[in-house]
């Protein structure tokens, strides 16, 4: 039933039917807090009562009371029933993605399932680095050799993995400009990231080259909630790297038909091997028909070799140096046959006679031991 007048309603004046329904269009107001009442037609009357909304805010529901026997507006709470949590808080377990000691009280349980089953997640980061790449990639070099190398400075930017919410899948700017130091100090810069370089001449030892790489500054990662990851923010910087070459003295092999003379002439006839020589060093020799003198020189800084083995027959095809088939070393100060290197002693071995063990074009390895 609708009406439109403003009576005053008594019981008394205003009777309504028990099958129909009342409404009341407008604001309805109610002057006195305790001026809305349910009863059950059996003598309880349980008073509706807006005490509090004054405070009113997300969270609070009609709720009923116990201790006042009245329905009232109040803080809802998950004992009873309704979406705001004030129970034992903080966390004692993980469950799911919401950690142990976690702070839930006052919390919507729409949010703390949320975090149980939908946490915020933070991407994998990795951070930026460089490398260096040398063309020609040859790890050992003849010592005096001239080599002009190109030198290529790799950049990798770091990564964010996965992306989020479009955010950026790098930790860094992009590279804005390159720096290169070749094995000889000399120095070079550009915007792009490979430099060829000048001949330099290998050293013995370690040739280092360097290389550094100048980038902008990045940007904040995104986490899985589109918010930002905090205090992990790369600055505009560099990045440094490098690559190393060894320089070493090569060592010789070879045969002949009368017996070799060491010195620098008998380098030239044999075979060369840039090869550091300092521990085992395993020769193939092929000597063929008829049977020759065989040969072998290394470096003198090199170790001493105490022992030789053939392939054929490791444990009993071998002997001492000194022995039967070579005598000690002799020391002698030879030069390059290439001219990279000029007056570096070198010890040679040679066969006290020409070798019968070798079938003409069958390889046979012998394995110059230093003990």
Sequence with gaps: MAFFSRPSLSNEQFKQLGDSVLTLSGQTQIASISGLTLTDGAGTNIIITASGASSLTDGYVLTYSDATKSIALALSSASGGSTIYNCASPTTCAVGGLNASTSIAGCNLAKIIEMMVAPVLNPTLSSPSSSILLQPTTPVFEVGCQIGFVETINFNRGSVSPVYCGGTPYRTGSASCYVFTDTGGNQYSGVTNACVMSSVSILSGNNTAYGVVYYGSGVAPTKSDGSLMTGCTYLSGFISSCSTVCG???YFY???????VAGSALLTTGT?????????VVVNYNVGSPNKYIWFATPAISQTKTKWEGSNAPTTNTESIPGGLFNAPTTVSVNSPSSCWTGINYKFYISNYPTSTIAAGTPYNITFKNS
């Design 272 to 280: 060369k091997c840039v090869i550091d020589s300092s521990g085992n």
């Design 248 to 250: 070493t003295y090569p």
């Design 254 to 260: 070879g045969n002949s038909v009368g017996v070799p």
